[in-house]
C-alpha cells in the first residue's frame, strides 16, 4: 500500500461487514451444547476467542460475554427443519 496516498487526511471509510454461522450441537435428549469449545473461532491453547481478541473465562462451560453470536433458531439434524 502506497504510504503517501493518506498523508493529508482521510475523507471517510468503506465499511466492510460479516456474518459468519456456528451450529451448536444438540443431543439426543435435547440438550444443547452452547458452549464456546463448540465454536470453531474458540482458540483452545489460548483460551480466546478469534472474533474478538479476548481471553474467554469458563470457554468450556460457557459462551463469553463478549461473544458477538446471536442464537437464533433450533434446526433438526435429521431432516434439516427447524
Known amino acids: 500500500m502506497d504510504s503517501g496516498r493518506f498523508e493529508s487526511g482521510v475523507s471517510g471509510y468503506v465499511v466492510g461487514r460479516c456474518e459468519i454461522t ?3 450441537p444438540i443431543d439426543t435428549r435435547g440438550q444443547p451444547d452452547i458452549s464456546c469449545k463448540q465454536c470453531p473461532y474458540y482458540r483452545t491453547s489460548s483460551r480466546s476467542c478469534a472474533l474478538t481478541d ?3 473465562p469458563y470457554g468450556e462451560k ?3 460475554p463478549s461473544c458477538p453470536l446471536r442464537r437464533e433458531e433450533v434446526i433438526d439434524a435429521d431432516n434439516g427443519e427447524n
Request: charged content about 10%.
Open 22 to 24: 456456528v451450529y451448536f
Open 54 to 56: 479476548k481471553i474467554v
Open 62 to 64: 460457557f459462551v463469553a
